[in-house]
């Protein structure tokens, strides 16, 4: 038989715990929530093209298309790292589009991780204006970062593509947008994990709190028993 401490004591545990739970299924369908919206805003306006100044004038323009002139910034090719394509491990490149209004952070595609990964791909400088179509998306931040890496211009690579980072690297302010190149050429999709996935791991957590009671309520009533 237990005493009223440690029954009290195994009863607050177990709601902590239930809380903890809880908290984090509804943590997971509010994450589910926003996966769909980004999916119906890409949806809605992925066919829409806007200009760089109509683009600037929208508060959020993730997903439209973008039609823009410049001249990529010597020099400012950077490589965002640990990026997977059809199970191959390698690298996006990054290039600076020179505008009036800053620096657009362009996603030019995919490349492959070349065997010693202390080096990486060797790709020709583009000094010729550029006329680009792409679209406009948030920049890329890992779900999981390990604190702040230095800069190296020698070996250039990047785990995010933080606008504040690529300014410093680059010297002059970013826009807060990326243009990413071949989307539809790729079957792009916004969102890696798809709400569904968030909803059924709620469920998961939801279910694990409602086992926990009924594990507790088991407990507590064969202590009864005995007693």
């Not at 038989?1 to 809880?22: D, E, F, R």
């Not at 980004?38 to 109509?54: C, G, S, V, Y």
């Not at 823009?68 to 990026?83: H, I, K, P, R, Y």
């Not at 785990?159 to 302010?173: F, N, S, T, Y």
């Amino acid at each position: 038989m237990l005493s009223i401490g440690k029954s009290g004591g195994l009863l607050v545990l177990t709601a902590v715990i239930s809380l903890l739970m809880i908290f984090m299924g509804a943590w997971q369908l509010s994450r589910a929530d926003e996966k769909r919206l980004l999916l119906l805003e890409w949806q809605q306006r992925n066919d829409l093209e806007l200009t760089l100044n109509e683009a600037l004038a929208i508060r959020a323009p993730f997903g439209y298309r973008l039609a823009v002139n410049g001249l990529f910034l010597a020099g400012g090719d950077v490589w965002l790292d640990n990026q997977i394509e059809s199970g191959r491990v390698g690298y996006r490149l990054i290039r600076p589009l020179q505008t009036r209004h800053g620096l657009l952070t362009v996603d030019t595609g995919w490349w492959p991780a070349p065997p010693d990964r202390r080096q990486l791909p060797t790709v020709a400088p583009q000094a010729a204006p550029s006329q680009l179509v792409g679209h406009l998306v948030r920049p890329y931040v890992p779900p999981l970062a390990l604190g702040e890496v230095s800069f190296n211009p020698a070996h250039p690579l990047v785990a995010d593509l933080d606008p504040a980072l690529l300014a410093q690297i680059w010297g002059e302010p970013v826009l807060p947008f990326v243009l990413k190149m071949g989307a539809e050429q790729d079957d792009w999709q916004p969102v890696v994990m798809g709400p569904e996935r968030h909803t059924g791991y709620a469920v998961q957590w939801f279910a694990m709190t409602l086992a926990v009671w009924v594990a507790a309520a088991w407990y507590y009533r064969r202590q009864d028993d005995e007693a």
